[in-house]
């Protein structure tokens, strides 16, 4: 059985930083891309970042709204995900999901499984 555990989330001040983990088993983790989206109340669920199943020769994807300000890696060898999140702003606050999937995409409807989310709070 699949499993995606994330953890890291808390309440940060405005400016601050966070580093996002999703602890991945029950499948060969190096065979599949990995994503982080979030979902704020009463909004959709959106694409964060995703990073290809060929690490480190394979590419990151970021949404507009974090670019340059997020960064996604993994490490392979610990089966684990992970979203680096800087200068975070209020707008940034949600609850942020790790998704497993064969290729890296945008869409969430292209991810087979998904952790239970941890709350991100950024306080003005």
């Known amino acids: 059985q699949v499993q995606l555990v994330e953890s890291g989330g808390g309440l940060v001040q405005a400016g601050g930083s966070l580093r996002l983990s999703c602890a991945a088993s029950?499948?060969?983790?190096?065979?599949?891309?990995m994503g982080w989206f979030r979902q704020a109340p009463g909004k959709e669920r959106e694409f964060v970042a995703a990073?290809?199943?060929?690490?480190?020769?394979?590419?990151?994807y970021y949404a507009d709204s974090v670019k340059g300000r997020f960064t996604i890696s993994r490490d392979n060898a610990k089966n684990a995900v992970y979203l680096q999140m800087n200068s975070l702003k209020p707008e940034d606050t949600a609850v942020y999901y790790c998704?497993?999937?064969?290729?890296?995409?945008?869409?969430?409807?292209?991810?087979?499984?998904w952790g239970q989310g941890a709350q991100v709070t950024v306080s003005s």
């Open positions: 990073i290809s199943r060929s690490w480190p020769s394979g590419h990151t």
């Open positions: 029950g499948r060969t983790f190096s065979s599949y891309a």
């Open positions: 998704a497993s999937s064969y290729e890296a995409t945008m869409t969430p409807g292209g991810y087979d499984y």
